[in-house]
């Protein structure tokens, strides 16, 4: 067990709505960092809040939004989606906020948009 | 900017068989490097890393030699059983900045 916690394990929507992804960081980690896994492109890193700010941002569409909460939780939210956000979407979490890690991986949730 | 090359995948072995992936990587500065595995339905988690020229990391039986003039870091393992099968990637960071993964190499052991 990692000590992340992501929820829900397992999403299902349309073309069009908005979702939200909740990420619990392990206990003691300020730094949390989104993932998205699909299978023709792999990992791919999205964005990092450290302690709250934003530290570092990769390739996350302008659909997407996320924000890291005083308890240090962050949420992901997906908007307008598309058949093509259907992926698996990991948090990640460290002590530090350089992301040379070790990082700590949830579990995943799993979109699918129909 | 920073980049890693792994071994396409899939990779099948027999029991017992000798694993080797590749991985090689391209850095603007003086980088630490990383597997990690990702087993069914669950996260990444750490494998193994090394953080400096000729370190070598392991864990779990799996290996591998950070080698500088070669920019690579191979992972290896002289016996891979049924309950190593599992997606590995390679990573490396530079100083403070992010990971940078590469695609993931899906590992299938067989009986």
């Known amino acids: 067990d990692s000590g992340v916690t992501q929820t829900p394990k397992h999403l299902i929507t349309a073309t069009g709505q908005r979702v939200t992804l909740r990420c619990s960081p392990r206990?003691?980690?300020?730094?949390v960092y989104w993932y998205q896994q699909s299978l023709d492109q792999g990992l791919q890193f999205l964005i990092q809040?450290?302690?709250?700010?934003?530290?570092a941002k990769g390739n996350i569409l302008e659909r997407f939004s996320a924000q890291q909460f005083p308890d240090l939780h962050s949420e992901l939210n997906l908007s307008s989606l598309e058949l093509g956000d259907s992926a698996l979407y990991f948090c990640?979490?460290?002590?530090?906020?350089?992301?040379?890690?070790?990082?700590?991986f949830g579990n995943g949730t799993r979109l699918t948009v129909t | 900017g920073n980049s890693v090359t792994q071994m396409e995948g899939p990779v099948t072995l027999s029991e017992e068989a000798f694993l080797t992936i590749n991985c090689t990587y391209t850095a603007t500065g003086y980088p630490s490097l990383f597997w990690y595995v990702q087993y069914p339905g669950e996260g990444l988690q750490l494998l193994l890393k090394?953080?400096?020229?000729?370190d070598k990391g392991s864990n779990k039986g799996f290996e591998a030699t950070y080698r500088k003039e070669t920019t690579s870091f191979h992972l290896e393992k002289g016996s891979v059983q049924v309950s190593d099968s599992a997606v590995y990637f390679c990573a490396l960071a530079v100083g403070n900045e992010k990971l940078t993964f590469g695609t993931g190499t899906r590992l299938t052991i067989i009986p």
């Open positions: 809040y450290y302690n709250g700010e934003e530290r």
């Open positions: 090394a953080t400096k020229a000729d």
């Open positions: 206990s003691g980690d300020l730094s």
């Open positions: 990640a979490s460290s002590v530090a906020g350089g992301g040379s890690g070790p990082l700590h």
